[in-house]
């Protein structure tokens, strides 16, 4: 911003005699063509740091689900609490046709039921091929689950959709909602 004043008014200050020595009227069409691209080039520094900020957030957005999905194929239940928004209510999960409310309730009545079954195995679950939005403290996030596993014995190699809702807490971004299906 001071460089843009200092120019407008080296601009200014060396015209004006200039002008006065030729007996024409200051080039005041120049001065303000000169402002208002000043005023353009900030706008559009402005919306290239805002830009900048949102592919950050986007990419952090994008390492939270990376990361909780890492620990679902491991069983990291512990781990995955620390990608969520654990408190209350603050969590849910809509996945097939059930739903839970709270992580303790996904983690207690969903997650750990699952995970302690011997018969299923993960061999991989990992999300791919995200499309993302950020706006402040709120991202959303559409990707597809890759998942493959056997169960009792049998393997399936399957691909699903999920839907995330994340918000930005002290500086990390933590699960708020899924759906999957």
Not at 164 to 181: E, R
Request: contains cysteine; charged residues 25%; hydrophobic residues 40%.
């Amino acid at each position: 911003m001071k460089i843009i004043t200092k120019t407008f008014i080296m601009a200014t200050v060396f015209t004006l005699p200039l002008a006065a020595c030729s007996g024409a009227q200051a080039p005041q069409a120049d001065d303000a063509n000169m402002e208002t691209k000043a005023e353009t080039s900030i706008v559009e520094a402005v919306e290239m740091v805002k830009e900048v900020d949102i592919a950050a957030a986007r990419q952090a957005v994008q390492a939270t689900l990376e990361s909780y999905a890492k620990l679902i194929n491991t069983k990291d239940v512990a781990g995955m609490e620390a990608y969520v928004l654990p408190d209350e209510l603050d969590f849910t999960i809509f996945e097939g046709k059930g739903k839970n409310i709270g992580w303790a309730d996904y983690r207690d009545n969903h997650l750990a039921p699952e995970f302690d079954n011997p018969d299923l195995v993960f061999t991989k679950y990992e999300y791919s091929n995200y499309k993302t939005n950020v706006s402040g403290d709120l991202a959303t996030a559409t990707f597809l689950i890759n998942m493959a596993y056997t169960y009792k014995g049998k393997a399936s190699d399957v691909t699903r959709n999920g839907t995330a809702i994340l918000k930005n807490v002290d500086g990390s971004w933590k699960v708020a909602h899924l759906h999957t299906s």
